[in-house]
């Protein structure tokens, strides 16, 4: 049977006047009056239709049913003002686990190279992971924050922005220019082969999506055609790496491949720019430290990446870099 919401409270006064055996000094703690502390306990008595405590005037003892609702009454007690105190700590200091939902490449950019010093910084904090590349309603799976990109997200989250705005890149290895040729258009793409994403949770195709450069900026979406398709954005982009097609990835994603030369971006002037990635929480109310701390550190790295970001957009008019010519 459920207790009554008031009972709580009445048994909270009645540990505290079998603590000090006393109305006034139970009064005085609890900042209430003598007459208010009385008519509680009385109201107590009659409502468990047992007498507590027997008292007179001068003095006043437990009777055996007072004492063993006492000796039970304590623990409890102490473990509710346990766990008051560490909800206040855990409000001002970050501590406790941070259930989080995130797509994986979000996770592999942004949580994973930083897991470390995350974790090192906030010692008390812990953290659950989940990759999924749908968007999680996380207060129905009971998580306390998600990353997804910006333009999936519903305009009445509260969401914070963890990267720089964004530029999809088509990409593929110096080997496969080689020895297929470099498109110049997307309606060069049907002459490629064009390793495709598919998302999980929908079992849909990311489609490429592209604006013609200059004032028209026109539109071009396709799906792309290839010999492989894949779940999974590392195994993808491994396959390009080995010279087995072009893929569609984030810029982020792959700048050390651009950077080392492992990978060529081709049709950059043709690429569109996403808002990027988003932290997301159920509310901005009573935010916890442990969100507070999380969405500092990852404002910290954002201001990292929006330098990489910066050195890795492409003109909107140039054409890209230039890979490797076929051989004659």
Known sequence: ?????????????????????????????????????????????????????????????????????????QPALSAIERAVAEVGVAQAEPAGLIRMNASRVAARLLIEPHLGELLARYPRLRLD??????????????????????????????????TPPLTMAIVASPAYFERHGVPDTPADLVRHNC??????????????????????????????????????????LRAALQGVGLVQHIDLCVRQHLADGSLVRVLGAWCRPIPGFYLYVPSRAQMPAKIRALIDFLGEKRALLTLESAELTPSPFARTATPPKPRP
């Open 129 to 162: 992971l989940v990759m999924d590349d749908g968007l999680s309603n996380i207060v129905a799976e009971g998580a306390d924050a998600g990353i997804r990109l910006g333009e999936s997200l519903d305009e009445h989250v509260v969401a914070v922005p963890v």
């Open 195 to 236: 390793l495709a994403y598919r998302f999980t949770s929908s079992g849909t195709i990311d489609r490429w999506s592209f604006t013609s450069p200059g004032a028209e900026g026109r539109t071009v979406v396709l799906e792309p055609k290839g010999s492989a398709v894949f779940n999974d954005d590392d195994s993808m």
């Open 1 to 73: 049977m459920p207790i009554e919401p008031s009972l709580v409270a009445t048994l909270t006064w009645f540990a505290h006047i079998a603590r000090h055996r006393s109305f006034t000094k139970a009064a005085t703690e609890m900042e209430v009056t003598r007459a208010a502390l009385s008519q509680h306990l009385k109201g107590l008595e009659r409502q468990l239709n047992v007498r507590l405590l027997n008292r007179t005037t001068r003095d006043m003892s437990l009777t055996e049913e007072g004492q063993r609702l006492l000796e039970v009454l």
